[in-house]
């Protein structure tokens, strides 16, 4: 059954803090059946996060930019301008109570948005997120194909509604990756959308992850 999902695009860069305030009450009033499920369309300043399992020791450059604690599953990720983070507010009770074929479900949403760019992501076993094979690159050490991040998943639920949500790297400073692990993954890298060589802006992929949710989410 299809479910009415407000979508919310902000301008600008929102200040991370204010976004968790709106997210959690937002989720609080979803279960409480007095708000929409939400999908919320955001910029952040530059600045990491660090999710439930992070190492201190993959914050590399902890006086680089603001390092906030998050509740959200997951290491340290980084967010700044040119990266689109999409917060997903939605009712996983209504939708099945499955919390593996939600994230199966975000994990395809990333996926099928990037098709539209004909951009192949990947989702790999013990590796968080989603990931571009680079033929492009030389070899990795070990004599595997060089692969490097483009899109970071992580959620929590609250009375089974879901906050937080996944962020799809546009045209950021890939440079401000380097003060952090991403994710804990040390011997791949980080990419973008320009940076193999598209000429997408955000209003570009946006439109294609409205398609994509509803292809995935509302069939």
């Given amino acids: 059954m299809m479910q009415m999902v407000e979508w919310i695009n902000t301008p600008g860069l929102t200040d991370y803090e204010d976004a968790v305030a709106f997210m959690e009450q937002r989720a609080a009033d979803i279960h409480a059946g007095t708000a929409d499920e939400c999908i919320w369309l955001v910029e952040h300043p530059p600045l990491y996060t660090a ?3 992070a190492k201190i020791e993959d914050l590399t450059d902890p006086d680089r930019f603001p390092v906030y604690d998050s509740k959200r ?6 967010h700044g301008p040119g990266q689109r983070v999409a917060y997903v507010m939605l009712d996983v009770a209504k939708r099945g109570k499955d919390v593996r074929g939600f994230v199966h479900q975000l994990e395809t949403w990333v996926i099928d948005t990037l098709d539209q760019f004909n951009i192949k992501g990947e989702i790999r076993e013990g590796r968080v997120g989603v990931w571009v094979a680079r033929d492009d690159k ?5 004599g595997a194909k060089a692969e490097d991040k483009i899109a970071a998943i992580g959620i929590r639920l ?3 509604v879901s906050f937080h949500g996944v962020s799809i790297n546009v045209e950021p400073e890939l440079d401000h990756f380097t003060g952090i692990v991403p994710c804990g993954i040390t011997e791949h890298g980080v990419t973008s959308l320009v940076d193999l060589g598209l000429p997408v802006v955000m209003d570009d992929l946006d439109v294609a992850l409205k398609v994509s949710f509803d292809k995935v989410f509302n069939a």
């Fill in 73 to 78: 599953g997951g290491q340290y990720t980084y």
């Fill in 138 to 142: 030389p070899l990795t050490i070990t």
């Fill in 158 to 160: 609250r009375k089974w």
């Fill in 51 to 53: 999710g439930t399992s």
